[in-house]
């Protein structure tokens, strides 16, 4: 069974930089796929971006130029970096991976989040 644990949210101040990580940990199966999303209050769950093994990567078309996905592979690690935060980037961020090594809709695994306060 594979685990995933978010880091690196917290209260940031607007126009602020920040970086979540997220890393896989447990045996088999072998993830290929990451993707993050988030869900800000009373809003439904939002896709951000994903990446895969192979380092294709993908943004939303509402979060690009300020969102970033890059990973360390050794570390089966995956990063999301928000640039120029705004109080609308308030949320629990969530990272997601899967051994497909094409995008899933619908990934195996997910990590229990992280909460991100954007503070104007």
């Known amino acids: 069974q594979v685990q995933l644990v978010e880091s690196g949210g917290g209260l940031v101040q607007a126009g602020r930089s920040l970086t979540l990580s997220c890393t896989a940990s447990?045996?088999?199966?072998?993830?290929?796929?990451w993707t993050w999303y988030r869900q800000a209050p009373g809003k439904q769950r939002e896709w951000i971006a994903e990446?895969?093994?192979?380092?294709?990567?993908n943004v939303a078309d509402a979060m690009k130029g300020r969102f970033t996905i890059f990973r360390d592979a050794a570390a089966d690690t995956v990063y999301l970096r928000a640039t120029a935060t705004e109080p609308e980037d308030t949320g629990v961020y969530s990272c997601?991976?899967?051994?497909?090594?094409?995008?899933?809709?619908?990934?195996?695994?997910w990590g229990q989040g992280t909460q991100v306060t954007v503070s104007s």
């Open positions: 447990g045996s088999t199966p072998r993830i290929n796929y």
């Open positions: 990446i895969i093994r192979a380092g294709t990567s």
């Open positions: 997601a991976a899967d051994p497909a090594i094409v995008p899933v809709i619908t990934p195996r695994f």
